[in-house]
Each structure stands twice: as structure tokens, then as C-alpha cells.
């Protein structure tokens, strides 16, 4: 019996205050107690007489009443003070409870609209042997799950979140006030730029290679003028194979490729070839995943997509050289294709670089970005939202890695892959093509490959000291792991023995691997943890694809496709069977004025710096009330402002920075 104190915090977005009624319980370890509908959320403090002995707080729980008017809340925090506490009994919440005109709130709730949640401590379910948070836990999820529906996309890919728009998104999942303002904003402006500019380049066409200057974006990146002058370079065009947007292909020779045929007179580029594998020096990048697939049609216009294969030596000085360039994979009953080496007439050598950059722009926007970046991590936001509630320790450790991950892929897939989108408008992959390289590329996405280590290390590419993608993936990932989710593990796992018998953890891996990621188990992901190691490296995995991940192949967008001939969005002749080339040649394959301008606008919008950044670590919400995990947080914040310092003082020194993994640019969720 007595008296309690109860504090409200609301959070910080100014529509995050609500007048609907809240309806407060306090569970206690010796029971719990209905205080009725006393809350308004734009009340911060209140006093409530208990005639009921509770113990030690354990949980507040909180049902949101609507009237009339059903207004969203944002609740940050609840702490209480009074018998049995010892001091202020703190409870994070971090949580939206959405208004009336919640689309999937009115299909599932009762007339009333209410909904319940649970605030409190982070527990598992070993934590709680008598079962006083069982069905609380129980409640919730049975909730979640009617909210957080799988849905479906497209046939043999992995599943999205139920909802054809970001407004039939569960509140939690949608776009803060600021967020939504600057990209409905600056969705706006481009559009309107691209309407009144993209008009008059239907009347005109590019006539030189530098006529693309006319689409060059104002406010460039310094990377991306140089790119623009030096995009001819062999060094720069081996260097994006390391360190570009897409430094997932590459990959150490191990033999020769068998689609590789060297006809007779070049058996010296054979003898050369074999040298540099014999030394470890060989490497390839080989953009077989587009053989075969459909080009698009724009504007009644066939485009060509091709499937190169590229060889590259690595010289002592770090630089990555290309050697010879296949466009085509080889064809019974024809000739074999034609090879085009650095010695050619330079027309014809840059030309088969640039169809070697048009591929890779399909790749890396549909397979490394899209499907590797943004898919996998909404599987496993929708996966965790299904199966750990909010009490479980793992939840909160991974919920701050999940901002507005759904609603930014929702509005991918209505906008840039849709149906009419901008896939279709102007990219050769188009129309069909980028859903086909989506489900041929399903088959890579092992587990090992989404371990930067493992990755590595199967790519060859471990001790190569000019990757810079490569040293930083391993440190960011070794911060990750060994700083931060082994520490936190250690707190709430005391045992092999406890990760086992956790059966809301076991339901999470499943969850992701059988039901998200379509069977995922046959390429290596788990359907069971069986230890802490195991465990942390699960968690690790999470963390690092839906922030590092993503940055390394967003952010250099801006930077490598500004300069349109260096990355093409399609390409309007097909590829070159002779060697004799011209400029025209080359930019009569080139994207049309327009479709440059297109490009150009999107990869502006989207690659632009984010002004409402949450930079890795650095998390809105306070999701743990203890002091242990509060410190865990606290240390992982010091290593990485110390590696973000590393990587800053080693930049100095370099020609060409690499800044995509540093820390204050990695995002601690997919946003964009």
C-alpha cells in the first residue's frame, strides 16, 4: 500500500503528443494493480494511491483509449517512484501508439480502437521462472504478428512487410515529421527540375563525350570530379573494383575462367595471364548473372545488356590493372567473342570499359544494393517485430537498426522498381530484366557472404592492403562484434546452455531464415542457435547489413555515377563485335540526353548526404534502463569515434580517400 510517482516522457517530434486517454497497470513482483484511465500523454507527472502491496516493479503496461479523435503518441519513457522501488524505477518504451486513422489498427482492434503495451527491463524468458511475464510477452506478440504480416512481391524472391503504401505501414515503421519533410520536399524539387529541364533534352542529343558535362550535378563531390577527368584511367577503372560502390564482385583467380577462350594468336596474353595466377596476382570480376537476361524497351527503343568478364592484375604498388575484357560469354556454333586489351586502339578499349561500368551499375544498384542492402535487413526487422517482444533483450538491441527501413522500401517498390517506375524509364535491366537478376541472384546470398571475414576471405581479397572497403568492413565489424554484441550477450547469456532454451530466440532465426529469407538454410543460414558464439555472430551479422553493409554500396552513388559515361544507367547499341570504334560510336551507346538526366537527378536525391542522419551507435531512443548495457553502449561509442578518427588520419595520406565505412557516415539503419 502507498503512494506513487509517476513520471511520463513524451518524444521529441512535435506530433508525437496525444489527448486520447491511457489506461496504466503496474505489475509488481507480488502482483499487479488497474490504476484506470488517468493518462493523457500531454500530462508528464502524476500521483496515484495503491491499496495493493506490489514488491519490486517489474513492468508498467499501458492501453491507449481513443474518442472521437484518436491522435498517435510517441512514448519515450515511464519511470515510478514509490514502496518497494528503492529510488525511481526506470521503463523504456520507445514506442508509437497510433491514432484512428491507423489503417491496420482499425481492421484488428475493437471499436475502441485500444491497444496494449508493455514497457520494462529487458529480460528473456529464463529470467522470469515463475512466468509473471509470460503472458504479457504472449499478448504482445499476438498483436505484433496481426500488425507485421508478411506480404509478397514478386515470385522466387525474399518477402517484404505486408502494404502496397508507406500508409498501410504499422506507425512505428513510418517517417518522423522531419524525415518525411525533407524527402517529400527534396522529392519535389527534383522532379520539378527534371519536368522542366528533362522536356528540351527530348529535342536534343550529346554529340561529344563531353556534352554529358551538361547533366553533371552543381554541388559535386570532389571524388566525382575527379572521376570525371580521369575516368579514361585503367588505375581508376581497376580502383572501383576495390573501393567503388560496388566493391562486392571482384574476386581472386584461382584458375583461369573457363568462359575465358584465347584464341591462338594471343597465346602470349595466355603465358601472362597463367603468371599472374601462379603469384596470387589474378584477379576477375565476372558479371555472368546478366547473361541472358531481357533488355529493356524505352521510348520504343531497344537497349543491350551484356555479361563481361574482366581480368585484373594487382601490381606491387597496389594498383588494379585490367588485363583483357570478354563482353559476352562464349556461344556454341559461334565464333568466339572478341577480346579487348589495353594494347587495343583506345576508342575501342574505352568503349569496352564502359559496357564493363554499365554492368556493373546494374549489379550493384539491383544485387548489392537493393537485395543485399535493403531486403535482407527489412526480412530481419520484419522477423524481430514477429517473434521477440519488447521486453527480450535481443529486441532491444536490435530495434534502433530498423528506422524507416520499411518505409523506404515500400516507396522503392512503388517508385524505382515498380511497374512504370524509373527502372523501367531508363535503366537497359528494366521492365522485368532487374526482377529476373533479383531472383538469379537470390542463389548468392549466402551466409558467409554477409560476413565481411568470411567474405574476404573467399574472395581472396583478405591480404590485399589497397582494398580500403576490405580493411574497414573488418574493423567496423570486428567493433561490432567484440565491443558491442558479445558484451551485451555476456550480460543476459550466461551459458551456451541459455541461448538453447530461449525459445523466442530460437523462433527469431527461424523466423528470418525459413519464412524471410524463403529457405535460406540451404545457403548456410541458421534455423537454430545452439550457443552464445554462435549467438553473437548471428547478431553481428544483423547489425552489419543493415549499417555497414548498406553505406559501403550507397554512399558512393554520388561520387562514381555523377559523371554519366562512368556508370550508365543502359546502353542504346550493342556491344562492339570489331575494334573499330569512334567517339560517335561510343556515345551513340550512351544514354540519350534524357535518360543522363534522369540518372543524373536520381542518384542526386538518393545519394545525397541525409540532413536527418542517426550516424551508427548514436541512437535516438534509450532502449535499456541498466547501467550494464548503458556502459556496453558507451564503450562501443568510444571505439568507434576512435576508428572514425583512424580512418580519417589514414585518409589524409591517400590520393583517393575512402570515407564510406567511417562511423559518423555509416547510418545506423537502411533510410535511403
Known amino acids: 500500500m502507498g503512494k506513487y510517482r509517476i513520471r511520463v516522457a513524451t518524444g521529441d517530434s512535435l506530433l508525437a503528443g496525444s489527448s486520447n486517454l491511457v489506461q496504466l497497470w503496474l505489475v509488481g513482483e507480488h502482483g499487479e494493480k488497474d490504476l484506470g484511465k488517468i493518462l493523457r500523454p500531454i500530462r508528464t507527472r502524476l500521483e496515484v494511491e495503491v491499496s495493493l502491496y506490489l514488491g519490486r516493479l517489474l513492468l508498467v503496461k499501458l492501453r491507449k483509449h481513443k474518442s472521437l479523435v484518436g491522435f498517435d503518441w510517441f512514448c519515450k519513457w515511464i519511470a515510478v517512484q514509490g514502496p518497494g522501488t528503492q529510488g525511481e524505477a526506470f521503463f523504456p518504451c520507445g514506442t508509437w501508439w497510433a491514432g484512428c486513422y491507423d489503417r491496420w489498427r482499425e481492421r484488428e482492434k475493437g471499436k475502441d480502437g485500444a491497444e496494449q503495451l508493455s514497457c520494462g527491463r529487458a529480460r528473456t524468458v529464463r529470467d522470469d521462472p515463475q512466468n509473471q511475464f509470460k503472458k504479457h510477452r504472449e499478448q504482445e506478440l499476438e498483436e505484433r504478428r496481426k500488425v507485421y504480416r508478411w506480404g509478397f512481391w514478386k515470385e522466387g524472391l525474399i518477402l517484404p512487410i505486408a502494404g502496397n503504401s508507406q500508409w498501410d505501414l504499422p506507425r512505428n515503421e ?34 561529344r563525350l563531353e556534352d554529358f558535362s551538361k547533366v553533371f550535378p552543381r554541388g559535386k563531390t570532389p571524388l566525382a570530379e575527379r572521376v570525371r577527368n580521369s575516368w579514361k584511367d585503367d588505375a581508376l577503372f581497376g580502383y572501383q573494383f576495390l573501393n567503388g560502390a560496388n566493391p562486392m564482385l571482384l574476386r581472386r583467380s584461382t584458375s583461369l575462367p573457363s568462359r575465358l577462350v584465347l584464341p591462338p594468336e594471343m597465346e602470349d596474353l595466355k603465358t601472362q595471364l597463367e603468371k599472374e ?34 581480368m585484373l592484375k594487382l601490381q606491387p604498388d597496389g594498383r588494379l590493372l585490367p588485363m583483357v575484357i570478354q563482353l559476352q560469354p562464349p556461344r556454341n556454333g559461334c565464333p568466339p567473342p572478341v577480346l579487348f586489351l589495353p594494347s587495343d586502339p583506345p576508342m575501342a578499349w574505352l568503349l569496352a570499359k564502359t559496357w564493363v561500368r554499365s554492368s556493373d551499375f546494374q549489379l550493384h544498384q539491383l544485387q548489392s544494393h537493393l537485395l543485399r542492402g535493403h531486403l535482407i535487413a527489412e526480412v530481419i526487422s520484419v522477423a524481430t517485430m514477429r517473434s521477440l517482444p519488447s521486453l527480450h533483450p535481443i529486441y532491444k538491441l536490435l530495434i534502433p537498426h530498423f528506422r524507416y527501413t520499411m518505409e523506404i522500401n515500400v516507396l522503392a517498390r512503388s517508385n524505382l522498381v515498380s511497374e512504370w517506375g524509373i527502372f523501367d524509364l531508363v535503366v537497359s535491366t528494366g521492365n522485368g530484366g532487374h526482377v529476373d537478376i533479383l531472383q538469379r541472384a537470390i542463389a548468392g546470398l549466402t551466409y558467409r557472404s554477409f560476413c565481411p571475414p568470411d567474405d574476404l576471405a573467399d574472395r581472396g581479397l583478405l591480404d590485399v592492403k589497397s582494398s580500403l572497403y576490405g580493411q574497414d568492413a573488418l574493423r567496423l565489424w570486428g567493433a561490432i562484434s567484440r565491443r558491442y554484441v558479445e558484451k551485451m550477450v555476456s550480460l543476459f547469456y550466461k551459458s551456451d546452455g541459455a541461448v538453447k532454451d530461449d525459445p523466442e530466440l530460437q523462433a527469431w532465426c527461424r523466423e528470418i531464415t525459413e519464412t524471410g529469407l524463403q529457405g535460406a538454410q540451404d545457403r548456410g543460414f541458421p534455423i537454430s542457435l545452439e550457443s552464445r558464439a554462435q549467438l553473437c555472430h548471428f547478431i553481428t551479422t544483423c547489425i552489419f547489413t543493415c549499417t555497414g553493409q548498406h553505406a559501403s554500396t550507397h554512399h558512393g552513388q554520388l561520387d562514381w555515377y555523377s559523371w554519366i559515361p562512368n556508370g550508365p544507367c543502359t546502353m542504346r547499341k550493342p556491344p562492339p563485335i570489331s575494334k573499330d570504334v569512334t567517339e560517335k560510336d561510343i556515345v551513340d551507346a550512351l544514354p540519350g540526353l534524357h535518360q543522363a538526366r534522369t540518372q543524373k537527378t536520381f542518384i542526386k536525391f538518393l545519394g545525397r548526404r541525409q540532413p536527418v542522419m542517426v550516424a551508427l551507435g548514436q541512437h535516438k531512443e534509450n532502449y535499456f534502463s541498466d547501467p550494464g548495457p548503458q556502459a556496453v553502449l558507451k564503450q562501443f561509442q568510444e571505439e568507434l569515434a576512435a576508428l572514425d578518427k583512424e580512418i580519417e588520419v589514414r585518409n589524409a595520406g591517400l590520393d583517393l580517400p575512402y570515407e564510406y565505412l567511417r562511423p559518423s557516415m555509416v547510418e545506423n539503419s537502411v533510410t535511403i
Open 174 to 207: 513510418r517517417f518522423l515529421e522531419d524525415k518525411d519533410l525533407d524527402f517529400s520536399l527534396s522529392l519535389a524539387k527534383v522532379l520539378k527540375d527534371l519536368a522542366l529541364k528533362g522536356t528540351l533534352d527530348l529535342t536534343n542529343s550529346v554529340r
Open 277 to 310: 595466377l601462379q603469384t596470387g596476382s589474378l584477379f576477375e570480376a565476372d558479371f555472368s548473372l546478366l547473361d541472358g537476361v531481357k533488355p529493356n524497351v524505352i521510348i520504343f527503343k531497344q537497349q543491350y545488356v551484356a555479361a563481361p568478364l574482366v
